[in-house]
Structure formats: structure tokens, C-alpha cells
């Protein structure tokens, strides 16, 4: 629940060029390119699910074999799991994903950052750093050194205030474009008919009045704002390069960085807007991520806008401006597939269709099973419309769990919080409430009002000691208000890698005993946010031209470091990235 809240370098020429090209070549269009040549030993699949497993540092390059890509679609599949790629491959031979695995590198031992939120993963995926490089957390946080959203009178001190980068900074989070006013279609059965057609500049939909506020400037700080890094769509923009994406906020302007000129055409549907025909733009409806189908449906409609990018136009269908060099979207019908116990599903109506993982805790039960099939003939449109020009690179902003069900154990963290701000004042009556704001999806993560050693001292030591089994949902034995660690203060900016007066950073970061998911109700099965493998190892896929396709390296590697392949991908300096030079993030290969 979250409080206050609805709801080897390849060896490049110096420059590269949009490609305009209509030309379409094999499925991949890499056939006529000589693969590279690796330094180390290295092992062919014989199919997209039987080979070799290598655990190499990074695929070499041959320093004499020149190559060039033009354009890099970057794939994020939320909740994906390696293991879920590795079991579709392994039981859809045919499939697109088993034929990009065969065509080219899978790390097989990749970890997105903690924590393992949709915002900090994608940051780190396009500027390769971490949260304490890039400043970003969560998606909704607290910031110790602002002043509340719709302040306009800065006098004093910040008393802090929340930072929600979610669905609650648009102009109306209950409707599609956010508020651009194109939903819904006139004269129009359906509603949302018209929704290419929303703003590619996601200014326009965020209400100012939502936002947190700079106490220098007394000005509200949008999302990009916040970023303390640039981004790899920003180097690129420098370069006189084309750039898009697509995302499920508005908030994602964030990846346009502090200048707010990275990303040049950005498609932002808002997810949690209302799904519902009769009231497409009216708050408290079900939204899409409701129901698997509603999932698909509103993914839909960004593959539309990459097949569009694909083609040479912007995302609406309209124009000519040429394919971008960096382009890309994110996908949530896996995420949904993991997360609903029950939903609506392909061949299913009844809404009774099994979510999540089978009792193995391993494979995926029908809902997820047809999310993944969703998820791959949406890749291969995207494949087949692509030119040779083009690198491919499906990762995940985090995984999910538990993935074994048997391990769910739903706590009501309201209740425990409660009760926390409850002990504190009893011992001091005339304090504020102690914590200001939490966030606890699959871990815990919260900001006191008092940092003191003392507050936070006493804060670790309720929760370890909180043991209430009229907290579960499930009526499953709480211990330990659900967690197995608890870092606050010192030991908390430690965990994160940042000052201890880091107004951004936690005062209390609690890790979650596996299975543990903090809701008061039993709509979801799965979450992330946490520090589980489960949470954290998610696939890097990686397909360029010339690529000796079918490695599986299972040296470990991070996500971030997408970031400084991407630009080594088109022939750019991966150094011109903050976040590289600061955290030394090497490329993949």
C-alpha cells in the first residue's frame, strides 16, 4: 500500500544517421552482416532453448570489424522474470522470443536496482545509475527539502513534502490522455478511439498544482526536473538524433531529463485512468490494470505507436520524421498476469482464469501464459517491420513475487504503521505523527518526520518486534512486522549508498520475508519493490546486427548497464553520461 496515494564494446563509425530506408530484409534483417568475432570461447545453441551456459565478463568485439546501428528499440517487459524468458523459449520454440534469443546474447544473471520499482528500474536502464546517483527511489516518495505540492508562499524552511511521479501529477488520472481532453471520441462507440492522437509532450497533462515544490524558486519541479542525471535520450538529442518512447505516466517526462529535450516524441496513456466505456474519464472506476484483457488493450495502443516509430512516423500515424535512433515502450500485461489472482483472459471470459504461477511457484498458469503471448506477437510486429540498421533489447524494470503462491502472505502495513505512530506518541505525546510517508509494496520504505537516532532507533525497533497475526489477510502468522531486516538512519543511507542527510533518501528501509505482499485486501498476489532475487533478476536480451546469437552469459551483470550500451550501440560515447562517469558503469559488451 502506499500512503497518500489512490491506488565489450562494439567498435562504431563516429557518427550515426536516421535511417529512412523502407527497405525490409529477412525477420531480423541481420542476415547479410558477418557475425562478430569474440576474444573468449564461446558456445552455439543449437536451438533457442538447448545450449551451453557461459559464464563470461562481457562478449568481446574484434576491434578491426567495424559495424554500425542506426536505431535501438529498447523493450521493457514489467515483472518479467529471466526464468519466465527462459521457460517461454523453452516451450514456444517458434516463437519470436525464442528466435531472438537464437540470434542474440541473453544475460542470464541480470539484477535491476533496489528498490525494484518501476521508476528507479527504467532511470537506471537509460542513464546508468542507480537511485543514489539519479536521486530516484520510488515513483512516489518524500522529499525532506521541499515545500508541499500547490505552495505558492516559500517563506522558511522546506518542511518536506511528497514527490508523487504516479497517475496523482495529471491533470485527471482518470482518464486516458490525462486530461488532454481527445477521450472521449466524439460520435464514437469507443471511447478511447482517438487516443493516438494524445500530446507528445507530456507537459501539457501534468496539473503543476500536483507537484512538489523547489524551496529556491517557490516553482513546481516536474519529473524531469527531479532527475539528478541526464539520460541517454538527451545525449542522443545532442547528437542531432531522433528519440521516442512510450510509458504509463505522464511523469515518465523523466526521461527527458533535466533539459526536457531528451526524448522528442513521448506517448504516455495514463494506465490507472478509468477502463470503463460508460465513465472513460470519471475517477474510482476500474482501471487497466483490472483485467489482463484491459492490459493488453492498453498496451495495444503504444505497439501502435512503435509500429508507427518503426515506419518513419511519429506516434500518431502522422509525418516523416524518420525512424528514431533510440525508441522504445514499456509493457504491463505480464505485470497484471503476475499481480490478478483471477482475471478475463484468452479463450476465457469468465474472469475465473488463474493468475500468477502454477503450484510449482515456476510456471506460468493461463492468465500469465497468454500475457506472455500477448507479450511476443507484439514483439513480432514490432520485428518484422524492423530494418537491418536496427539493435533489440528486452529487459525488465523489475520482476515480482512470491511467484510461489504458497509463500503469499498478505499484511495490512496500515495497520502496522498505525500502531507505529501510535507507540511514538505515546512516549511523546506532543510530537507530530513519526512517519510522514511510507511506501510498501513487497518491502517497506518510509519517512519519519523526526531522523533523529532516537526516532529512527525506536522506529527499527517496533518493527522487529511487531508480531500480530491479525495483520495478515491471509491469517498467516505475522513476525517482525513481516520483515526479516531492518536498516534505518545511518545503516539506511549505507544500504542505498548515499549521505545520511539526504533529504530524498529513506529513514527506514525494511526488506520483506519472502512471500510477503503489504495490502489490506486480496486483490493482488504479487508485488515488487523488494530486495528477493525474485524482484530483482529480470532479463537482458540483447540483438544486433553481426551478433553471434545464442550466447547465454551468466556472468553477473546490472541493468544500468543498458544505458552505456545503447550509446555505444549507435556509435556514441557512453561517457557523455553523468551517472557512467560517476558509478564507472561499464557497457554489456
Request: charged residues 15%; aromatic residues 8%.
Amino acid at each position: 500500500m502506499k500512503t497518500g496515494k489512490m491506488k565489450s564494446k562494439i567498435h562504431m563509425k563516429a557518427e550515426s544517421h536516421i535511417n529512412r530506408s523502407n527497405k525490409r530484409n529477412s525477420i531480423f534483417g541481420f542476415s547479410r552482416l558477418r557475425p562478430q568475432k569474440l576474444r573468449c570461447t564461446t558456445a552455439m545453441f543449437g536451438a533457442a532453448a538447448a545450449g551451453i551456459l557461459l559464464a563470461l565478463p562481457a562478449v568481446a568485439r574484434d576491434d578491426d570489424d567495424q559495424k554500425n546501428v542506426e536505431h535501438v528499440l529498447l523493450i521493457s517487459v514489467d515483472g518479467m522474470h529471466q526464468s519466465d524468458l527462459a521457460w517461454y523459449v523453452q516451450t514456444h520454440p517458434k516463437s519470436t522470443l525464442a528466435k531472438l534469443v537464437a540470434h542474440g546474447v541473453d544475460y542470464s544473471n541480470a539484477s535491476t536496482p533496489f528498490p525494484s520499482d518501476s521508476f528507479p528500474g527504467l532511470i537506471g536502464q537509460v542513464t546508468g545509475g542507480n537511485p543514489a546517483t539519479a536521486g530516484i527511489y520510488y515513483d512516489d516518495t518524500w522529499n525532506h527539502a521541499v515545500f508541499p505540492p500547490g505552495t505558492t508562499n516559500c517563506v522558511g524552511p522546506a518542511p518536506g513534502g511528497e514527490v508523487a511521479y504516479t497517475e496523482a501529477a495529471d491533470k485527471n488520472l482518470g482518464a486516458l490522455d490525462a486530461g488532454q481532453g481527445i477521450v472521449p471520441a466524439p460520435d464514437n462507440p469507443d471511447p478511447w478511439e482517438d487516443i493516438l492522437q494524445m500530446t507528445s509532450n507530456p507537459v501539457k497533462v501534468i496539473n503543476p498544482a500536483n507537484l512538489p515544490v523547489d524551496p529556491e524558486t517557490c516553482e513546481p519541479i516536474y519529473p524531469n526536473k527531479y532527475l539528478q542525471v541526464n539520460t541517454i535520450f538527451e545525449v542522443a538529442h545532442r547528437h542531432h538524433l531522433l528519440t521516442a518512447w512510450s510509458d504509463k505516466h505522464p511523469a515518465y517526462l523523466a526521461l527527458s531529463g533535466s533539459s526536457g529535450e531528451g526524448v522528442d516524441d513521448c506517448f504516455s496513456p495514463e494506465i490507472n485512468s478509468s477502463a470503463n466505456k460508460a465513465a472513460p474519464t470519471a475517477l474510482n472506476q476500474p482501471d487497466w490494470t483490472t483485467d489482463n484483457l484491459f492490459t493488453q488493450q492498453y498496451d495495444g495502443y503504444k505497439v501502435e505507436a512503435v509500429i508507427n516509430w518503426i515506419n518513419g512516423h511519429r506516434h500518431d500515424g502522422g509525418g516523416n520524421p524518420g525512424t528514431p535512433a533510440i525508441f522504445g515502450m514499456n509493457f504491463q500485461t505480464v505485470s497484471t498476469g503476475q499481480k490478478l489472482p483471477n482475471s478475463r483472459t484468452e479463450g476465457d471470459l469468465s474472469g475465473n482464469s488463474l493468475g500468477g504461477y502454477l503450484a510449482d511457484g515456476a510456471t506460468p498458469g493461463p492468465v500469465l501464459t497468454h500475457a506472455l503471448d500477448f507479450i511476443d506477437q507484439s514483439l513480432g510486429k514490432m520485428v518484422s517491420a524492423l530494418e537491418s540498421s536496427t539493435a533489440i533489447i528486452v529487459s525488465a524494470k523489475h520482476g515480482q513475487s512470491p511467484m510461489n503462491l504458497a509463500a503469499l502472505n498478505r499484511i495490512d502495513d496500515g495497520k502496522i504503521i498505525a500502531a507505529l505512530n501510535a507507540a511514538w506518541n505515546g512516549s511523546h505525546p506532543s510530537a507530530t505523527p513519526l512517519v510522514a510517508f511510507e511506501v510498501d509494496d513487497d518491502g517497506m520504505i518510509v519517512w519519519l518526520n523526526d531522523r533523529s537516532d532516537a526516532a529512527t532507533k525506536f522506529a527499527r525497533q517496533f518493527l522487529m518486534n511487531y508480531s500480530d497475526s491479525t495483520a495478515s489477510v491471509d491469517g498467516k502468522p505475522v513476525t517482525s512486522a513481516g520483515l526479516w531486516q531492518v536498516y534505518t538512519g545511518l545503516a539506511a543511507a549505507q544500504f542505498i549508498g548515499v549521505k545520511e542527510s539526504d533529504p530524498r533518501v529513506p529513514d527506514v528501509i525494511g526488506i520483506a520475508q519472502y512471500g510477503v505482499v503489504y495490502t489490506g485486501h486480496k486483490a493482488k498476489i504479487a508485488e515488487h519493490g523488494g530486495d528477493h532475487p525474485e524482484d530483482r533478476n529480470v532479463p537482458i536480451l540483447v540483438v544486433w546486427p553481426g551478433a553471434s546469437g545464442g550466447l547465454n552469459v551468466t556472468a553477473p551483470v546490472e541493468t544500468t548497464q543498458i544505458a552505456p550500451t545503447i550509446l555505444e550501440l549507435l556509435g556514441l560515447d557512453s561517457h557523455e553520461l553523468q551517472a557512467v562517469r560517476i558509478e564507472g558503469t561499464e557497457p554489456l559488451f
